[in-house]
């Protein structure tokens, strides 16, 4: 018998097993009594219309399920057994417990909160409307000086090519490292150390005051990741974890090289330059508006492209218009940014055209308007402010 067959028998005995011979503490009968009690309440005040999928993924369903043979146990209520046990679903079925964490679309993470999701659209309009149109420029950046760019940036964000991000599968590999893109040398780098990163001249690009994010992986840039911040003039601010589902994929085993852990997240490190004070400096910085943790699905065959909600992210929380992304592919490109690296179809970029935009108005005029200001003040007036 397998590992695997191992486990399922040990949940099938355990899910047909009565309550009453495993809870033998009257403390867990009477947890488990309240629980139920509220789930009646519930369905009592909802008119039995509860959400099933929350339903499904806590209470057995016993109609659906097909009783052994060769049980002679009497099969208990469903109400009398809990099922939420998600890590034992992950080996089973290999479907990630981040699956069923509910509203981790952006889109409809705040339906329930009209005035968080008013915010929310505010800031997307006001963002929408004051962006650049997208630019990008197709070249390789290991033989290309960044400071050609002509400009300084508020926002760097960096997706570098490395090891990691090979081994996870092969399809991936012959993908993206085995061929350098169509008009670019064999002799191409394709696959970019932790050393090969510290030599960009990202400082010169850098605005005296400043933000990076920087993709790192799940593995040793953990600690490269930090000694490229320091490197660069940068001190670490945050560290946004996006935690990978699998929900459209016929489960997930893929250990990488760990052993020890299954890896289902990666990192983006946020490092800041120069002083900023969210108190003083609310022309610049909107600080406590997003979390630090994504929620959303990963691409299948290894791909490495990260999830969008990141942009959103970084467009609320820095008003700098003038953002750039490193080694951008063509589903990278995005209004209010300048993608720059050799996955890309083409090249739209001018630097006397990109370097006019932000001569006179480089910030998000966020505090500028009277509708503006009158808006937020409406969408906030919850609150806990002064009265006088």
């Not at 097909?66 to 208990?76: D, F, G, K, R």
């Not at 981790?104 to 999701?117: A, I, M, V």
Request: aromatic share 10%; net charge neutral.
């Amino acid at each position: 018998m397998s590992f695997v067959d191992h486990l399922k028998e040990k949940q099938q005995q355990r899910q047909y097993a009565p309550v009453a011979n495993a809870g033998r503490s009257n403390e867990l009968e009477n947890r488990a009594s309240e629980f139920l009690g509220l789930k009646t309440e519930l369905l009592a005040t909802s008119g039995g219309t509860s959400d099933q999928s929350v339903n499904k993924s806590v209470w057995v369903d016993w109609s659906s399920r097909n009783v052994p043979a060769n049980t002679n146990e009497q099969i208990p209520d469903k109400k009398n057994i809990l099922k939420n046990d998600h890590l034992l679903n992950f080996v089973l079925t290999g479907q990630r417990p981040q699956n069923y964490v509910r509203d981790s679309n952006p889109e409809s993470r705040f339906t329930e909160y009209p005035k968080l999701e008013a915010l929310f659209n505010l800031k997307k309009e006001i963002v929408r409307q004051y962006a650049t149109p997208s630019r990008c420029l197709n070249i390789d950046l290991w033989q290309f000086d960044l400071r050609n760019l002509g400009s300084q940036f508020d926002v760097i964000l960096i997706d570098p090519p490395i090891e990691e991000y090979a081994l996870r599968s092969r399809q991936n590999f012959e993908r993206e490292y085995c061929h350098p893109p169509p008009g670019f040398s064999s002799d191409m780098k394709l696959l970019w150390t932790w050393d090969d990163i510290a030599g960009m001249n990202v400082q010169d690009i850098a605005a005296p005051r400043s933000f990076i994010f920087i993709w790192i992986g799940d593995g040793d840039g953990l600690e490269r990741g930090r000694d490229l911040l320091a490197k660069w003039g940068y001190r670490r601010a945050e560290d946004i974890v996006w935690a990978k589902t699998n929900k459209f994929s016929n489960g997930s085993y893929h250990v990488g090289s760990f052993p020890v852990l299954q890896r289902q997240k990666e990192h983006c490190l946020v490092g800041i330059r120069g002083t900023l004070r969210r108190s003083s400096d609310t022309h610049f910085i909107h600080c406590n508006v997003d979390t630090d943790v994504i929620i959303s699905e990963e691409m299948p065959n290894g791909d490495t492209a990260k999830p969008e909600e990141l942009y959103t992210i970084i467009e609320n929380f820095c008003l700098g218009k003038r953002r750039l992304e490193l080694f951008g592919r063509d589903n990278n490109l995005r209004n209010g940014w300048l993608t720059v690296g050799a996955g890309l179809s083409k090249s739209d970029f001018n630097r006397e055209e990109y370097v006019a935009w932000f001569k006179n108005a480089a910030i998000v005029p966020y505090n500028q308007g009277l509708y503006c200001v009158k808006s937020f003040i409406i969408i906030l007036t919850d609150l806990p402010t002064d009265r006088n």
